[in-house]
């Protein structure tokens, strides 16, 4: 299983340029998310899916778009970059992440974002 | 909402020594607590976690953490630090009621020294 992956790695943008990221998971998980993290801080949650076609929002989900079409695939979309969301991304996964679950969850790699 | 407090953004070992990493949390229901470890350009990895049952949580590569509901601590220890140890740590803290809901600590980045 190669688990998390997210592409790209590295991405340069300029402000108001659009870009999705991707993250995709052959474990089989319901359950994915993205996070962003700065420097300095621990991991904020954007947005997540409990399944195929559905989303919700996470802590700090202004300015991101999310679907989920597929169980494997969760791309993070960015309509018009800022500055502020340079940043780097990780998507993660679970099996399940149903109230009392004590699933873990898995991350990827991380995509490293610069808005400039 | 639940939080998280990680005590110390650096902190300093010699191989061989104690490592102790501080975390304590808030949360108006019983948490699941976790530890992730993040060595550099990767993602985060489980170390251990706290759900129910015994309080001493025993997990990879030597790592122990012990959930003290009266000191809302979730202290991560290991007896003997390892060059390989260094790395940045995260504590992470679920409401029961919303498990998709985890909140991060800022993390404390340990260094071991030879």
């Known amino acids: 299983n190669a688990g998390v992956t997210q592409t790209p790695k590295f991405r340069i943008l300029k402000i108001g340029q659009s870009m999705t990221l991707q993250c995709a998971q052959d474990?089989?998980?319901?359950?994915m998310y993205w996070y962003r993290q700065d420097p300095g801080m621990g991991l904020k949650l954007i947005y997540y899916?409990?399944?195929?076609?559905?989303?919700d929002k996470g802590e700090v989900p202004n300015g991101y778009n999310v679907s989920r079409s597929t169980t494997e695939d969760f791309p993070l979309r960015l309509e018009l970059a800022a500055p502020s969301q340079t940043s780097v991304y990780f998507c993660?996964?679970?099996?399940?992440?149903?109230?009392?679950?004590?699933?873990?969850?898995?991350f990827g790699p991380g995509t490293r974002l610069t808005v400039l | 909402a639940q939080s998280v407090t990680q005590l110390g953004s650096h902190v300093s070992v010699s191989e061989g020594a104690l490592v102790l990493l501080r975390c304590n949390y808030s949360s108006s229901v019983p948490p699941y607590l976790f530890w992730y470890v993040q060595y550099p350009n990767q993602g985060l990895q489980l170390l251990l976690k706290?759900?129910?049952?015994?309080?001493l949580v025993k997990g990879i590569n030597g790592f122990e953490a012990e959930f003290k509901k009266s000191e809302t601590s979730f202290h991560l220890t290991k007896p003997s630090a390892h060059m390989s140890d260094a790395a940045e740590y995260f504590c992470a803290v679920s409401d029961r009621n919303n498990n998709n809901d985890m909140r991060f600590g800022a993390g404390t980045r340990l260094t071991v020294k030879p």
């Open positions: 899916s409990v399944g195929a076609g559905i989303t």
């Open positions: 474990m089989n998980h319901n359950y």
């Open positions: 706290y759900t129910t049952g015994a309080t």
């Open positions: 993660a996964s679970s099996y399940s992440g149903r109230t009392g679950s004590t699933d873990t969850q898995y």
